[in-house]
């Protein structure tokens, strides 16, 4: 074998193990760290490994300079550390942006997160009822700064959106609480499976899914 016919082995074998790298690294909506998908037939843990593997999702709060009307805003979030959720959904947000004016003026929310940004959903459209959505309704509270709970909570959101930490400051960012109240979760045909907060918050659900 010739030098020539060498160096393009090597390259071509270089190039299958960037390829691999990258792939195997961008499977998954943040990595390797997703969980294993959990049986649709067991509601509660659907719905806590749905929160607890999503980063994202959108937020609909009530807008009354829109005369009522619902408006929807990307946020990011986390019910915890890694492995460690809580089920629970905390917020970092600002009053410059209208979803915390809206929520401080109403409290009544939802939050939508969608299975299709955890890759697991394969080639179906995001719509397709086998690719699996959680809507949580409640109100949006702002938790009391400096307290055990808001230091948990900055320490959830940092370990999973850490540029969080450099947003700007006289911003004033702060640390914002789902309550929920209600669940509609959809994972299959035949409509919403039956879920109650009860239910999703069960001890045996806590989300350290190990």
Same mark, same amino acid.
């Given at each position: ?6 160096? @393009?082995? %090597?390259?071509?074998? @270089? ?5 691999? #790298? #990258?792939?195997? +690294? ?5 990595? !390797? %760290?997703?969980?294993?998908?959990? @049986? =649709?037939? @067991?509601?509660?843990?659907?719905? =806590? ?22 408006? +929807? *805003?990307?946020? !990011? ?7 460690? +959720? ?21 409290? =009544?929310? !939802? /939050? ?19 690719? !699996? %959505?959680?809507?949580?309704?409640? %109100? ?9 709970e808001a230091i948990m909570a900055k320490k959830a959101l ?11 400051? *006289?911003?004033? /960012? &702060?640390?914002? =609480? ?25 001890? &045996? ?6």
């Amino acid at each position: 074998m010739d030098q020539f016919t060498i160096r @393009n082995v %090597k390259s071509v074998v @270089n190039l299958m193990c960037f390829v691999l #790298i #990258i792939r195997g +690294g961008s499977a998954h909506g943040h990595g !390797s %760290k997703s969980h294993h998908r959990p @049986n =649709r037939s @067991n509601a509660p843990s659907f719905a =806590r490994w749905l929160v607890a593997e999503n980063t994202w999702g959108v937020m609909s709060t009530i807008a009354n300079d829109l005369s009522g009307a619902p408006f +929807g *805003d990307v946020v !990011s979030y986390s019910d915890g550390r890694p492995y460690h +959720g809580t089920g629970i959904p905390y917020f970092y947000l600002t009053t410059l942006d209208p979803t915390a004016r809206y929520a401080l003026e109403d409290q =009544r929310t !939802s /939050f939508t997160i969608s299975e299709y940004p955890l890759g697991t959903c394969g080639r179906i459209d995001p719509e397709n009822p086998t690719c !699996s %959505k959680l809507t949580l309704t409640g %109100k949006l509270n702002e938790v009391e700064a400096g307290s055990e709970e808001a230091i948990m909570a900055k320490k959830a959101l940092f370990s999973k959106h850490a540029e969080m930490r450099n947003w700007p400051k *006289d911003h004033s /960012f &702060k640390v914002y =609480r789902l309550d929920i109240e209600e669940l509609f979760l959809i994972d299959f045909y035949g409509g919403p499976k039956p879920l109650t907060v009860d239910q999703y918050f069960l001890p &045996k659900n806590e989300g350290r899914l190990e």
